[in-house]
């Protein structure tokens, strides 16, 4: 089995709805990540969590929201998604260090018509 | 912000031709590292790099770390059709990783 899920894989879905992708780990992290990927801007950062009480946004987190239900959970909404939200978003983990390896999951891609 | 400029930004070469990327930064990183993506898959890391000056191989890949930490390179010898992909490198500081934007490397047979 995979150490890092994410659900759903694909996702069409419509503007102004709400939308949550989940991700889960069995790495034992603290450390989690998401990350949307668009064509040449490589993987821009949306939230953080380092355990499950500590919350962060990253450099592009408006329109997005996040909630770490546990150490191996941690899902991400879109409240009203709107089409420039279209894209491939990322789940990761990572050990305590910034310096150790993280760990992607196999990506969701969101299409906002 | 800590930013890493990445190039090229696409490649396309033959196979049996090597090639050159570059991750540059004007900040110092305590460590450098490199993922591979595939179609459809997330990014896997290659090597992780942590001190100034250091070299390390992996099969035909070269990874170098600068000697100020501010920039690294990844250098493929007779690159091949599995090699082709996105690559991406990722700073490391005491708080957060940062990404570059990646090299998308296409290797023809």
């Known amino acids: 089995d995979a150490d890092v899920t994410q659900t759903p894989r694909n996702r069409i879905t419509k503007t102004g709805k709400r939308i949550m992708l989940e991700c889960s780990q069995t790495k034992g992290h603290d450390r989690m990540y998401w990350y949307r990927q668009d064509p040449g801007l490589g993987l821009r950062l949306i939230y953080y969590s380092f355990d499950v009480k500590d919350i962060n946004k990253g450099e592009i987190s408006d329109g997005y929201s996040v909630s770490r239900q546990a150490q191996a959970k941690f899902s991400l909404s879109l409240e009203s998604a709107i089409p420039n939200q279209t894209a491939l978003y990322f789940c990761a983990t990572q050990g305590p260090y910034s310096t150790d390896t993280q760990y992607f999951g196999p990506g969701t891609r969101l299409t906002v018509l | 912000t800590q930013l890493l400029e990445q190039s090229p930004q696409f490649l396309s070469i033959q196979e049996g031709e090597n090639l050159t990327v570059y991750c540059n930064s004007s900040?110092?990183?305590?460590?450098l590292q490199w993922y591979r993506q595939e179609p459809g898959e997330g990014p896997v890391l290659l090597v992780t790099v942590v001190t100034g000056g250091e070299v390390k191989k992996l099969k035909r890949l070269t990874f170098q770390f600068g000697d100020a930490r501010k920039d690294s390179s990844l250098h493929i010898t007779a690159a091949q059709p599995g090699d082709t992909g996105l690559y991406l490198c990722?700073?490391?500081?005491?708080?957060?990783?940062?990404f570059g934007r990646g090299t998308s490397l296409i290797v023809h047979p």
């Open positions: 900040s110092v990183f305590s460590s």
């Open positions: 990722a700073g490391g500081s005491s708080y957060i990783p940062t």
